[in-house]
């Protein structure tokens, strides 16, 4: 073999290293393209009018994708929600509803994130704004400091999983596959961490009750009237929401795209039904919403100049050949796969990892065979939830737990790095065992879309 057939795993190498440089991913992802576009083109293996067709497939699968305009209006909702009082709202009333349960406010930090995971799916803004919320709250009431913390992370991070997540809308456009068909998929996966979540809790504070001390009696309504019009004012909106958002995609009302607007919309509403829909709120909003855009959609440019000079130079290729060459079998495979991205996710954020990995492991996804194993819709669909549900470790996981550093530059002061990396570690054991059981039993993300288009 000549120099130039390893130029795919240089290239690769070189967006590892780089990575680690501080510098914009976009901008990395982009240079790294040109760089190996000009060395293919200095040994004769990439022409120079090949620059040409990036322009095409920015404009064709970017510009063009219906899919990918979800994206903005998903993260309209989740910025408008988090500024109009909803989440303080709804932690108050969960708050109120499990006093009497085993390590109740840990439990309704758990509830409220599945439910804020529904209806925002960005994930620095649900961490941030539950560790404002809850975190202070949790330390009044003599909770311990490492169970706090992976309480508020773990369930701060499921709106990477749970639908509408951005991830998944990336993740459809790169497979070419129904957004909609992904969102179903990503449900029952979702709620069984959240279950697993709410599990260890109580276990947890059934064996030592000193780590989540109850709530006060005197806190709260004092009638059932109060608590009524407490349940209806705080946590039937975001309820509202949700069925709005995903009611609308599953009984095919709508599309994904669609049930943005409503979703947005809805955030719309419920912002001016609490009186917080002012110029500055909306202005703040658009801003931080413009950003986040612009920052998303960078990458996605660049990201589609590197898979296409990847794919130029012979990426596909080397990477089916180096598969294929290992003998593993499609199990050997998936594990491989699966080990690769959790260590990946020690040291990179799930765009990154989604971006770069997915167009280059996507030739191999269709090569798996496990028979009666998974059937059906295809396999693609179920890997692309184990994915979701390893990516969704990214975020906990030091040193780069992207989630982490968002706490910790909101938390209390007592709060150290230390109790935080502490508190993780068994929520990221959960998370193993949550890939594990969708591993073993694929009915858990495939049962709702096989049955719906039944």
Not at 442 to 454: F, G, Q, S, T, V
Request: aromatic share 10%; proline share 6%.
């Amino acid at each position: 073999m000549y120099i130039e057939d390893y130029l795919p795993i240089f290239m690769f190498a070189t967006l590892a290293i780089l990575l680690f440089s501080g510098f914009p991913v976009a901008f990395v992802l982009g240079g790294v393209a040109l760089l190996f576009s000009v060395i293919g083109m200095a040994f004769d293996v990439f022409e120079p009018i090949m620059l040409f067709n990036i322009v095409s497939r920015i404009w064709g699968g970017i510009a063009e994708s219906l899919i990918l305009t979800a994206i903005p209006m998903f993260i309209f909702m989740g910025t408008m929600l988090e500024r109009s009082g909803v989440a303080t709202d709804l932690l108050h009333c969960l708050q109120v509803l499990m006093r009497r349960v085993p390590g109740g406010l840990a439990l309704s930090v758990i509830i409220m994130g599945t439910i804020m995971a529904a209806t925002t799916g960005i994930i620095g803004a649900s961490v941030v704004m539950m560790t404002l919320l809850a975190l202070p709250v949790m330390i009044n009431q003599r909770y311990n400091h490492e169970l706090a913390t992976g309480a508020i992370a773990a369930s701060g991070t499921l709106g990477i999983l749970i639908p509408p997540s951005i991830m998944l809308v990336i993740m459809a456009d790169l497979l070419a596959r129904s957004v909609g068909n992904l969102f179903l998929a990503a449900l029952f996966p979702g709620l069984l961490l959240a279950g697993l979540y709410m599990v260890y809790i109580v276990v947890l504070c059934l064996i030592k009750p000193e780590l989540a001390p109850p709530l006060p009696e005197d806190e709260g309504p004092d009638t059932k009237g109060e608590l009524v019009a407490l349940v209806i004012k705080s946590f039937i909106p975001p309820v509202i929401l949700i069925l709005l958002v995903l009611g609308s995609i599953a009984a095919g009302w709508a599309t994904p795209t669609e049930a943005s607007g409503v979703g947005a919309a809805g955030a719309t509403v419920l912002a001016l039904i609490n009186r917080k829909l002012g110029f500055s709120v909306l202005k703040e909003v658009l801003e931080r919403s413009a950003l986040t855009n612009g920052m998303l959609f960078m990458i996605f440019l660049c990201a589609t100049a590197f898979s296409f000079v990847f794919r130029a130079l012979g990426g596909d290729d080397v990477v089916v050949g180096i598969v294929e060459g290992a003998d593993l079998g499609s199990w050997g495979i998936l594990f491989a796969l699966m080990a690769l991205v959790f260590l990946l996710g020690f040291f990179f954020d799930w765009i990154e990892i989604t971006l770069i990995v997915l167009p280059v492991f996507a030739p191999i996804i269709n090569l798996l065979d496990f028979g009666d194993h998974i059937d059906h819709l295809d396999t693609v669909y179920w890997f692309a939830i184990l994915l979701a549900v390893n990516l969704q470790t990214s975020f906990l996981t030091p040193p780069f737990g992207f989630a982490l550093f968002y706490m910790k530059g909101v938390a209390p002061p007592g709060v150290t790095m230390g109790q935080i990396y502490r508190g993780i570690i068994p929520f990221v054991v959960l998370q193993l065992i949550g890939l594990g059981l969708v591993m073993s039993f694929p009915e858990i993300a495939m049962w709702l879309p096989n049955k719906l288009l039944d």
